[in-house]
């Protein structure tokens, strides 16, 4: 029997609820970050609302010399269809919480909400941090924390270290952090020549054959094979496409699409050249880009002190085991805070059930990200 959170009026989940219940789905923040801003400051955080095309942005700060960012997106992607409770109403059923976004990631941000209110309680000192919020990460992300990480970069107030509250866990919030992402990009190459009538054609005259061809050796080009900590990259074709069919015709134009995870020992240029290379002298192709995202890596072995050491410390004390960590997955907005130089590690609750229907966390381990976060904060 499902239980509505609501009626159980539980402190602990108070901020949670107040965002799950707010149906804010790419670019719509639905009163996310009015809400945030408004607990931030009754925090003593000072609030600055960037919007940028449309796109609300959120910049809060208690004063002081800028140490720690906590950045993530108050967005989440639509609901769809099989949902066994209301997407839109934060759920417990059996120990579950269930809510669109509360892992991806809105119950990051009302965890970190909820240990900043315990930290302020126990007496730390919290001058200098920071909640960086956007409501476009879902989707293009080109207005959100990229412009709020220029904003700050261009004022000298991009705080060292950036906390990141995606989901990064795999069974237990914190037994996961991502220290870097594989940058992505996709490709257009439309080929094209002239269309012939089988009878009286070679093989090598037919464009379907050299796109092919063309597509196997693009298959087969060697890419750098990443390190131990730090996956290589890959290409993968995503698409062939030729026009109308007819059985005994070839076609005179020809779409290959593809996609490349790249590792930060390559970059979109290296790609473009390489791929370039390939492309025969005698046939006419046209290739295009789209969708690029930077790859990121931080790397703490000079820092001093350590950002890592002291993310780990705190999930030990939550979690009893220290993190893995990863740079696996999809691209993140921590790479518009690593390409101005800050030191970004992300820490978060399961993400097994991300963007799916039924999307829910444990409230164990939504308890547990509350507790390792506070401890973060009582440590700085
Ligand atoms: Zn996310």
Redesign the pocket.
């Known amino acids: 029997m499902p239980l509505l959170v609501a009626a159980q009026c539980q402190s602990e989940l108070a901020h949670l609820q107040a965002l799950i219940d707010r149906p804010s789905i790419t670019p719509n923040d639905a009163g996310c970050q009015p809400y945030i801003a408004a607990q931030l400051s009754r925090l003593g955080f000072e609030i600055l609302h960037l919007p940028s095309q449309g796109v609300a942005n959120l910049i809060a700060w208690r004063p002081g010399t800028p140490r720690l960012a906590f950045c993530g997106?108050t967005d989440v992607v639509p609901a769809g269809l099989h949902w066994q409770v209301d997407p839109f109403t934060l759920t417990e059923v059996g120990g579950e919480l269930f809510g669109r976004g509360i892992a991806?990631?809105k119950g990051g941000i009302a965890a970190f909400l909820t240990a900043i209110e315990r930290a302020l309680d126990q007496g730390a000192n919290l001058d200098g941090l920071m909640v960086l919020l956007t409501a476009d990460?879902?989707g293009e992300a080109e207005h959100g924390s990229r412009v709020i990480a220029e904003f700050l970069a261009r004022q000298g107030k991009l705080p060292p270290w950036v906390l990141v509250g995606?989901?990064t866990a795999r069974r237990m919030s914190g037994d996961t952090l991502r220290v870097g992402r594989r940058g992505a990009i996709s490709g257009e190459l439309i080929l094209s020549g002239k269309a012939g009538h089988v009878a009286y054609l070679q093989s090598r005259e037919n464009l379907l054959h050299r796109a092919m061809m063309l597509g196997a050796e693009l298959c087969a080009l060697p890419w750098d094979q990443g390190a131990p900590d730090f996956p290589g990259t890959a290409f993968h074709l995503t698409g062939l496409e030729h026009g109308q069919w007819l059985d005994n015709v070839t076609p005179g134009k020809v779409t290959l699409r593809f996609n490349l995870r790249y590792s930060h020992h390559t970059n979109a240029e290296l790609i473009d050249q390489r791929i370039r290379a390939l492309m025969p002298a005698d046939l006419v192709g046209e290739l295009s880009w789209s969708r690029p995202c930077e790859p990121y890596f931080s790397s703490f072995d000079e820092q001093q002190p350590n950002f890592l050491t002291v993310v780990e410390k705190a999930v030990f004390a939550g979690l009893g085991q220290f993190p893995v960590l990863s740079t696996a997955g999809g691209s993140?907005d921590g790479r518009f805070f690593r390409a101005h130089g800050a030191q970004v590690i992300e820490l978060g609750l399961p993400n097994a059930t991300i963007h799916q229907a039924n999307e829910r966390v444990s409230k164990a381990e939504y308890l547990r990200l509350i507790a390792i976060y506070e401890t973060l904060l009582l440590s700085l």
């Open positions: 997106h991806d990631m990460e879902e995606e989901p993140s």
